[in-house]
Each structure stands twice: as C-alpha cells, then as structure tokens.
C-alpha cells in the first residue's frame, strides 16, 4: 500500500470546546496542513464519524470522561468495534493505574492535559508513528461489530454494560434507568446488531 493510500485524518474527541480548539492547534503548528484534524464532543458523535469516515482515519485522541462514557469504557468500545484503530488517551487524569490499564488495553499512548512539555512531544511522536506507512491498513478501522443503525449515548452506556455481563436488573441500577427503558435499548440494540441474544452479540466482539 502506498503513503497516499495511507489513513491521514486525526480525530480529537473531548467534551470540552478548548482542549478540542487547543489540540488541533498543536497538531497544525507541528505537522501543518499535513494531517486534517476532525473533532467530535461525545462518544455518540465519533462513533457516527467513524461509521461513515472509518477509513480515513489513522488515530483518534480520546478523552476518558466523556459525557457519554466513563473511564476506559470508551476505549473498550473503540477497540471492539474498530480493533485496527490506534487511539491514544489525553486525559485530565494523573493515575498510573487507569495509565497502565489503558495500555493493556491497546491505547497507543496516555497523555495528561495538564501535563509538562514532555506530555505533548510524546503524544506528537505517537502520532508521528501512527502515521508511518505501514502502521495500518486502509481498512483498518473496519470491524466486525458494526451496528447497521447507530446507538444514542444512552444505548450505548447500556452496551457497554451488557458487554460487561450486567444483566437488565444490574443495568438499570447502574444506570438509574427504568426497568422498562433498559428493556426497550438491549432490544434496539438486538435489532441494530442482528442478534437475537446476550451470547450472540458478546460473540461479535470475540
């Protein structure tokens, strides 16, 4: 494959309009018009970039407290639905806990907001390597998960429950939803997966 068949758009996702604003000029100032940065503000509205412009993508910068996904849950998700898409974390959090479980989890790198200049040459690196030709195929952000109509934030939050093993009981504690709603979302979520079980649709993130 060659350098111009290579993904090269940069994907911020971060709740916050001045981190967006902030990251995109870092990236501009270091690497131009080189690679196209895209922002998005929730969970919910990167997985609808990605559904229609996943193969454009090279890298997405995740933030861990999104308002529609906590800790490393959208990373999880990320990582189950798009298993070739690298995803870097940029975080308000000094944890090396939630640090090093972010690796194991396939995040390229774990970088603090409010971190020293060391912070941000890493997170430069890491996407100078993303974007090395090679480091992924042009469908690399393809996976075998995706849903035929996209989640709204409070399916999703659901779906990250159910992949979890919670049953509807434990969701709809976890989530203060009602019995009913969480009843109504796992079978649109069934619907938009084709599934007709838990196990089935466990299995397409295996």
Known sequence: MSEQQQPRTLLVVDDHELVRVGLRQVIVQRFADRFPVEEA?????????????????????LDLNLGDARGLSGL?????LYPRLGV??????????VREEALAHGALGYFCKTGDTGDLSGLLDTIERAAAPGAAGP???????????????RQIQ?????????????????????????????SAIFLSFNVRSRAELIGRFS
Do not use: M, W
């Open 88 to 97: 870097a974390i940029v975080s308000g959090t000094h944890d090396a806990r």
């Open 41 to 61: 503000h929730s969970l919910a509205q990167a997985l609808s970039f990605l559904e229609r412009r996943a193969d454009e993508v090279f890298l997405l910068l």
């Open 76 to 80: 999880k998700l990320l990582g189950r």
């Open 158 to 186: 659901v779906l990250e429950l159910l992949l979890s093993g919670l049953d509807n009981r434990a969701i709809a504690a976890e989530t203060g939803l009602a019995l009913g709603s969480v009843k109504n979302c796992v």
């Open 139 to 153: 469908s690399a952000a393809r996976g075998a998960g995706l849903p035929s109509v996209p989640l709204n934030n």
